[in-house]
């Protein structure tokens, strides 16, 4: 070892002992004089470029090496480990935490302390605030409900020591089996990338990194690890990856996170199209890419290609961006302006979103008024998607039956990465699995309670329903019976749109014994309805977090008004999917397959309007206890810096109470585009308006949501022709149409920023 780097290592050994890894250079005149990046004054890429000709090629590998928690490193040989002894690691980390990566207290680089999320602070040791799924706040079609959302659980990761945030999953809703689509925002490129920006821009507000995750097409889990997504450049730019750049283009997430699969026969980790000529050439993307837990193959390769950083160690099968990365600097296959751009992206990350400047300190949480918040998302996200004759409201009604779920104790979450630990503990325990992904967590908002003390005139009692003979025959005597019915989900596994059990034949059997029977679906995606016809109210409440129980309550009571609409379509049987046989679900584990997305980029609706079927619910439906009108519809192409289309309507609530709405704008091409389906959504606006109030609402649409992408040049191409503009309340109940022409454009997708 050289004297050099012998003093470097002693300097980083000797800072971590004597000094808490969250310690960074004082913020005083002197301290910017010694170390000028640490002025504020100056750009981030300025004080990266000051800060990264201070750091030594041993520091610069420190960042790009990333540890898991747990008592496993404490099994790893410290010869692999770049820098640091394992057992320095493991003093340091946070118990039940996702990862870390070590600081470098002289030069003020903070340590970093990464949590999964999404759905808020997971560790099972610590009870945190549980938002409900990203599937659920995308119903809201309000980005301020996931950015409120995004910045309660930044502070709750802040008040636990962390400074990174595994959370922003947007990846389309292609396959309606995936057990994580619970964890991301729909269907829609728009659609999923508003609403993933702005739980992305909340989390980041606060000062901590948050991840969009992950890039790219990780839309199944049975084989997510060896499956190859087979689907061409234009299709992928035009669907998810439209989303991954219109929610990083939104809200400049510090990091993107790449997911397990391969596309094209090539791992996403390792993928140079990708991560390199797509993310970093053509969106200019600043931040730097990590790679999920156990999603890097290779050192060269992966480096070489754009992953700026392996994460969570040992979790994939070597060091690769350990001693053998080191070896690959020492022989020029990874050439050290490649390290050098690695460190800088996740230094301008650090910078960029504050984490430098703001160092973590562990404090009390606020949990009550953190669940308010986390009922206000759900009240917002829950979805009428029946409700015949007005059954709801309930009102007046004396006698309440409640059957099934565990109504009486919780609502359900989802499993795996994202499931918080709930504040109170878990409502329900003992069920399988109670290993990985679970163990099943049931959040303590008991809906029974919570509707007992909306509706306290009410007698209202609960059965779990095991009994179908019990149940119907207490139906009977019931004013009104709300059956809730479920279907749990996660990581590492997919699902069954049929619900299990006898939980169909509950429904059928309560339907038969009492018409006055509402359904209440707990589920991390589409389920079937066999019995849809024979109720008369439908309420999708997703997994609805930590205070779903009082939303739900105050939703069928009339305390609050419904107003989610779906983000995604519930297809109404098997025969509708693209795949009607899951991929790979007949292979033993561990096999290596492909997965063709021969639908391309006509995904969710845009496959049933392609196809001309009819769905169970359509994408966006959602009822509400109030009526709107949709009028004054107007476009325009307006000249300027390229034509530009935008769009005026007017909402008018004409029921008899306060309401919310959303409008909701496609636009159909001529034949002559080549569009992937007849239309797509270009525009919403969500809004809340009082009895008989009128609110005009203008947009502007991006032209890529009306272009087709040309692989040969790079560019986004809008065709001539006359463009119909339909705005409605769902994708079935369109209100009005209106024709706009537009002219021949086209737009470069790159940006022209270069990448090392």
Same mark, same amino acid.
């Given at each position: 070892?050289?004297?050099?780097?012998?003093?470097?290592?002693?300097?980083?050994?000797?800072?971590?002992?004597?000094?808490?890894?969250?310690?960074?250079?004082?913020?005083?005149?002197?301290?910017?004089?010694?170390?000028?990046?640490?002025?504020?004054?100056?750009?981030?890429?300025?004080?990266?470029?000051?800060?990264?000709?201070?750091?030594?090629?041993?520091?610069?590998?420190?960042?790009?090496?990333?540890?898991?928690?747990?008592?496993?490193?404490?099994?790893?040989?410290?010869?692999?480990?770049?820098?640091?002894?394992?057992?320095?690691?493991?003093?340091?980390?946070?118990?039940?935490?996702?990862?870390?990566?070590?600081?470098?207290?002289?030069?003020?680089?903070?340590?970093?302390?990464?949590?999964?999320?999404?759905?808020?602070?997971?560790?099972?040791?610590?009870?945190?605030?549980?938002?409900?799924?990203?599937?659920?706040?995308?119903?809201?079609?309000?980005?301020?409900?996931?950015?409120?959302?995004?910045?309660?659980?930044?502070?709750?990761?802040?008040?636990?020591?962390?400074?990174?945030?595994?959370?922003?999953?947007?990846?389309?809703?292609?396959?309606?089996?995936?057990?994580?689509?619970?964890?991301?925002?729909?269907?829609?490129?728009?659609?999923?990338?508003?609403?993933?920006?702005?739980?992305?821009?909340?989390?980041?507000?606060?000062?901590?990194?948050?991840?969009?995750?992950?890039?790219?097409?990780?839309?199944?889990?049975?084989?997510?690890?060896?499956?190859?997504?087979?689907?061409?450049?234009?299709?992928?730019?035009?669907?998810?990856?439209?989303?991954?750049?219109?929610?990083?283009?939104?809200?400049?997430?510090?990091?993107?996170?790449?997911?397990?699969?391969?596309?094209?026969?090539?791992?996403?980790?390792?993928?140079?199209?990708?991560?390199?000529?797509?993310?970093?050439?053509?969106?200019?993307?600043?931040?730097?890419?990590?790679?999920?837990?156990?999603?890097?193959?290779?050192?060269?390769?992966?480096?070489? /290609? *754009?992953?700026?950083?392996? %994460?969570?160690? !040992?979790?994939?099968?070597? &060091?690769?961006? +350990?001693?053998?990365? $080191?070896?690959?600097?020492?022989?020029?296959?990874?050439?050290?302006?490649?390290?050098?751009?690695?460190?800088?992206?996740?230094?301008?990350?650090?910078?960029?979103?504050?984490?430098?400047?703001?160092?973590?300190?562990?404090?009390?949480?606020?949990?009550?008024?953190?669940?308010?918040?986390?009922?206000?998302?759900?009240?917002?996200?829950?979805?009428?998607?029946?409700?015949?004759?007005?059954?709801?409201?309930?009102?007046?009604?004396?006698?309440?039956?409640?059957?099934?779920?565990?109504?009486?104790?919780?609502?359900? /979450? *989802?499993?795996?990465?994202? %499931?918080?630990? !709930?504040?109170?503990?878990? &409502?329900?325990? +003992?069920?399988?699995? $109670?290993?990985?992904?679970?163990?099943?967590?049931?959040?303590?908002?008991?809906?029974?309670?919570?509707?007992?003390?909306?509706?306290?005139?009410?007698?209202?009692?609960?059965?779990?329903?095991?009994?179908?003979?019990?149940?119907?025959?207490?139906?009977?005597?019931?004013?009104?019976?709300?059956?809730?019915?479920?279907?749990?989900?996660?990581?590492?596994?997919?699902?069954?749109?049929?619900?299990?059990?006898?939980?169909?034949?509950?429904?059928?059997?309560?339907?038969?014994?009492?018409?006055?029977?509402?359904?209440?679906?707990?589920?991390?995606?589409?389920?079937?309805? !066999?019995?849809?016809?024979?109720?008369?109210?439908?309420?999708?409440?997703?997994?609805?977090?930590?205070?779903?129980?009082?939303?739900?309550?105050?939703?069928?009571?009339?305390?609050?008004?419904?107003?989610?609409?779906?983000?995604?379509?519930?297809?109404?049987?098997?025969?509708?999917?693209?795949?009607?046989?899951?991929?790979?679900?007949?292979?033993?584990?561990?096999?290596?397959?492909?997965?063709?997305?021969?639908?391309?980029?006509?995904?969710?609706?845009?496959?049933?309007?392609?196809?001309?079927?009819?769905?169970?619910?359509?994408?966006?439906?959602?009822?509400?206890?109030?009526?709107?009108?949709?009028?004054?519809?107007?476009?325009?192409?307006?000249?300027?810096?390229?034509?530009?289309?935008?769009?005026?309507?007017?909402?008018?609530?004409?029921?008899?109470?306060?309401?919310?709405?959303?409008?909701?704008?496609?636009?159909?091409?001529?034949?002559?585009?080549?569009?992937?389906?007849?239309?797509?959504?270009?525009?919403?606006?969500?809004?809340?308006?009082?009895?008989?109030?009128?609110?005009?609402?203008?947009?502007?649409?991006?032209?890529?949501?009306?272009?087709?992408?040309?692989?040969?040049?790079?560019?986004?191409?809008?065709?001539?022709?006359?463009?119909?503009?339909?705005?409605?309340?769902?994708?079935?109940?369109?209100?009005?149409?209106?024709?706009?022409?537009?002219?021949?454009?086209?737009?470069?997708?790159?940006?022209?920023?270069?990448?090392?």
């Amino acid at each position: 070892m050289s004297l050099h780097r012998l003093r470097t290592a002693l300097l980083l050994s000797a800072s971590l002992l004597a000094a808490s890894p969250l310690m960074v250079v004082p913020q005083t005149a002197h301290a910017e004089a010694v170390a000028p990046w640490m002025d504020k004054t100056l750009s981030s890429d300025q004080r990266v470029a000051l800060l990264l000709a201070q750091m030594t090629t041993e520091e610069k590998r420190l960042l790009v090496f990333g540890y898991a928690s747990g008592d496993q490193l404490t099994q790893i040989d410290p010869s692999v480990i770049p820098g640091l002894n394992t057992r320095e690691v493991v003093a340091n980390v946070i118990p039940g935490s996702a990862g870390y990566i070590p600081g470098i207290p002289r030069l003020g680089i903070p340590a970093q302390f990464q949590t999964d999320a999404s759905m808020g602070v997971r560790n099972h040791l610590m009870p945190r605030t549980s938002l409900p799924s990203s599937l659920a706040t995308a119903a809201s079609w309000d980005p301020q409900v996931t950015e409120a959302g995004g910045r309660m659980i930044g502070t709750e990761a802040r008040l636990s020591g962390f400074n990174i945030m595994l959370a922003g999953g947007i990846n389309l809703l292609r396959e309606p089996r995936n057990g994580r689509n619970f964890e991301y925002t729909g269907e829609d490129p728009l659609l999923a990338a508003e609403m993933g920006a702005g739980l992305i821009r909340g989390v980041q507000s606060v000062h901590v990194v948050s991840t969009v995750k992950h890039f790219s097409i990780n839309a199944q889990e049975t084989g997510r690890t060896t499956l190859s997504a087979q689907i061409s450049e234009p299709a992928l730019r035009m669907s998810d990856n439209l989303a991954f750049e219109l929610a990083i283009e939104r809200s400049s997430p510090g990091s993107v996170m790449c997911s397990y699969n391969k596309i094209n026969d090539v791992y996403a980790c390792e993928n140079e199209a990708l991560l390199t000529d797509t993310l970093k050439r053509d969106w200019g993307y600043k931040g730097y890419v990590m790679s999920d837990w156990g999603a890097v193959h290779s050192t060269v390769q992966a480096a070489n /290609a *754009g992953l700026d950083q392996q %994460s969570g160690f !040992p979790f994939d099968k070597q &060091a690769f961006f +350990g001693e053998s990365l $080191k070896a690959a600097l020492s022989d020029g296959s990874v050439p050290a302006r490649r390290l050098d751009d690695m460190a800088r992206r996740i230094l301008w990350a650090l910078i960029d979103k504050g984490v430098m400047d703001n160092p973590v300190v562990k404090g009390e949480i606020d949990f009550e008024a953190h669940h308010r918040i986390a009922q206000t998302a759900a009240e917002e996200s829950l979805v009428l998607l029946k409700n015949d004759k007005a059954l709801l409201p309930l009102s007046g009604q004396k006698r309440i039956l409640l059957v099934g779920s565990y109504a009486d104790k919780g609502v359900l /979450a *989802g499993g795996g990465s994202s %499931s918080v630990s !709930p504040v109170g503990g878990n &409502a329900v325990t +003992g069920l399988e699995p $109670k290993g990985w992904p679970g163990p099943v967590v049931w959040q303590p908002s008991s809906p029974l309670k919570a509707l007992q003390a909306q509706l306290p005139k009410a007698r209202i009692s609960y059965l779990s329903g095991d009994d179908l003979s019990a149940a119907a025959r207490a139906a009977r005597s019931a004013d009104v019976v709300i059956v809730f019915v479920h279907q749990w989900a996660g990581e590492g596994f997919d699902v069954s749109l049929d619900l299990n059990g006898q939980q169909d034949e509950l429904v059928r059997a309560v339907a038969s014994a009492n018409p006055n029977t509402v359904v209440v679906v707990e589920s991390g995606g589409p389920v079937f309805m !066999p019995w849809k016809d024979e109720v008369r109210a439908i309420l999708s409440a997703f997994y609805p977090g930590a205070r779903g129980g009082e939303a739900i309550a105050r939703v069928l009571s009339g305390e609050v008004n419904p107003s989610g609409h779906l983000p995604l379509t519930f297809p109404a049987s098997e025969a509708q999917f693209v795949h009607q046989a899951l991929p790979g679900g007949d292979l033993p584990p561990n096999s290596s397959f492909t997965v063709r997305y021969t639908e391309g980029a006509a995904v969710g609706y845009k496959w049933f309007d392609l196809k001309g079927y009819t769905p169970l619910f359509a994408f966006g439906q959602g009822l509400s206890y109030t009526t709107f009108r949709m009028d004054g519809l107007k476009a325009q192409a307006v000249e300027g810096a390229g034509e530009r289309l935008t769009i005026g309507f007017t909402l008018t609530n004409t029921g008899a109470r306060e309401g919310k709405t959303v409008g909701q704008v496609y636009v159909a091409a001529p034949k002559s585009a080549g569009w992937e389906a007849p239309r797509r959504l270009v525009g919403f606006r969500k809004l809340s308006l009082s009895k008989g109030q009128s609110q005009t609402v203008s947009l502007s649409v991006d032209p890529r949501l009306l272009a087709v992408y040309d692989e040969a040049t790079s560019e986004w191409v809008i065709a001539p022709g006359a463009y119909e503009v339909q705005l409605g309340a769902a994708s079935d109940d369109i209100r009005t149409r209106v024709t706009v022409t537009l002219a021949a454009q086209r737009l470069a997708a790159r940006q022209g920023k270069t990448v090392p």
